[in-house]
């Protein structure tokens, strides 16, 4: 109305001022009741707007009177609403913090404050039961959720993680099964299914959860093609000793799939690289692992490419592995592997010059077993010795290669696969399920002959010298000779 009014304004100051121009500005005579004015035509204009303005005015007093009540009405249900709002509010942050006496008091003045809202009160209740431990009352709350449409999904997953809660794996399962069938987009429940089926090594049944999932775009397509990579790797894992050539023959396939999807998952990689070399494809084992160490190096990738070839001299070993570490030359995995090169080949002084490279590396036990492997090949006991003794107390590494004493890489149990799935998955980081449970693993540092580390018994095992008679007692003890030289079976291909 405002503007309008002022529109009104300015076009009749504009008539009035052609008006006052003009040579004749003519005459006004009004006459009411008896009474007469007579004025100039732009006066009379003035007056008649003044008369409508002030018409206006008293017929909006009128109007905002009269919609005084509504007004109040209005101003007591905003009053109302930012009241129930500053409830809820406090509630949800009650139940989090874990104050279930004061979540259920908001939770019951919320249903009264928030008629309008029975959704969030709902869920208030439920969560504040939680929070009070009162898991009877949460179960009647998620369960009176299921009777709305809206309201259902939430009430599957709160009745889900009660079920999961009470120990209870088949009814969290239903929950989620039906969770799952409501909507596409319910990654919790695509995420319980995929754990159960993991659980059950049920790898075909993980992996059509993992299609189904990209299709309904629970998860992004990285997750999902890590899944599946993992997945397969799994399932290969599974078929490989199988007894039927069938079996075998689809872990083959599996495993190729899988190390072509994520070259940076080593056992799928180096299962493939396996099971083609058993099938006498060297060339494509190697070419496998060598797209695998491009990707992302790892321990396990050279020592299946080192055992591709048995009938080789050292020199040939070593010379054939400087191909697989010219692929990603300057890799920390790299500098090792040039280190073993040497080593194999029976070059202490490349071996020390190789190792010059590896000096700005954080010192863990396995470096400090490799500089002191070259130490001693290098005809340096002390200094042996002093890596020794650093890699005793030095941070350790996952032994990746996973050689049990078996020779058996990657003997991973179902659950350890199970969780190795869900880990790379979603982070693309590999765990090492053994060494988490602190299995014996190959040693990282070295068993050295006994007698170079005859002068500091702390560092090997004692030795025991015979006491023929009491008076050799106050003899000197015979020197010990070298006893025998352990070597791991992981080694053994290495000599």
């Known amino acids: 109305m405002i503007p309008a009014a002022i529109v009104l304004m300015l076009v009749v100051s504009v008539v009035v001022g052609v008006l006052s121009v003009a ?8 006459t009411w009741l008896g009474w007469r004015a007579d004025m100039t035509a732009s006066a009379a204009i003035l007056v008649a707007l003044g008369a409508s303005l002030l018409a206006a005015v008293v017929w909006r007093t009128i109007l905002w009177i009269l919609a005084a009540p509504r007004r109040a ?39 009264e404050l928030a008629p309008d809202a029975p959704g969030l009160v709902r869920v208030l209740t439920a969560q504040a039961a939680e929070a009070a431990g009162d898991a009877a009352a949460a179960q009647a709350a998620y369960a009176a959720m299921l009777g709305f449409p809206e309201m259902r999904l939430a009430g599957h997953k709160g009745l889900m993680m009660l079920a999961a809660a009470r120990g209870e794996p088949e009814s969290a399962l239903r ?24 659980g059950a090594a049920d790898w075909k049944g993980a992996l059509e959860l993992v299609k189904g999932a990209l299709e309904r775009k629970i998860v992004p397509p990285v997750i999902a093609e890590r899944a599946k990579a993992a997945l397969l790797a799994a399932s290969a894992a599974q078929l490989e000793h ?39 494809k060297l060339g494509r084992a190697a070419a496998t692992l060598e797209t695998a160490w491009r990707t992302a190096p790892h321990p396990a ?99 990746w290669s996973d050689l049990d004493p078996e020779g058996r890489a990657f003997a991973y149990l179902p659950l350890d696969w199970a969780r190795l799935v869900l880990t790379f998955a979603e982070t693309g980081e590999l765990i090492h399920p053994r060494h988490e449970r602190s299995e014996r693993s190959l040693r990282e540092l070295p068993e050295l002959p006994i007698a170079y580390a005859g002068s500091d018994p702390m560092l090997t095992e004692p030795v025991l010298y015979p006491v023929e008679a009491e008076d050799h007692a106050q003899d000197d003890p015979p020197a010990a000779g070298p006893g025998p030289r352990r070597t791991p079976r992981r080694l053994r291909a290495a000599k």
């Open 301 to 399: 990738l050279w020592l299946a490419y080192r055992d591709l070839r048995t009938d080789e001299t050292p020199r040939e070993r070593a010379q054939r592995l400087s191909q697989l570490a010219a692929v990603n030359p300057t890799h920390r995995e790299s500098l090792i592997l040039y280190v073993e090169m040497a080593l194999i080949a029976g070059d202490p002084a490349g071996a020390r010059e190789a190792a010059r490279a590896l000096e700005g590396e954080p010192a863990t036990a396995r470096l400090a077993g490799l500089q002191a492997r070259v130490a001693f090949a290098a005809g340096q006991p002390d200094e042996a010795r002093v890596w020794l003794a650093r890699g005793i107390t030095a941070p350790h590494e996952a032994d």
């Open 23 to 30: 040579q004749d500005p003519g005459r006004a005579s009004i």
């Open 175 to 198: 929950h989620a099964q039906e969770a799952y069938g409501e909507t596409k987009r319910a990654r919790w429940a695509w995420k319980v299914l995929l754990e159960s089926r993991l």
């Open 73 to 111: 009405e209005k101003a007591r249900s905003e009053a109302r609403r930012r009241q129930a709002n500053d409830v809820l509010s406090r509630g949800f942050l009650a139940a989090a913090a874990g104050d279930g006496v004061e979540a259920r008091r908001l939770a019951k003045k919320a249903a």
């Open 242 to 280: 199988a007894p039927d050539p069938k079996a075998r023959a689809q872990a083959l396939d599996e495993a190729v799939e899988a190390a072509k999807l994520q070259p940076g998952f080593a056992p799928g990689v180096v299962m493939a690289a396996r099971m083609l070399a058993a099938d006498n």
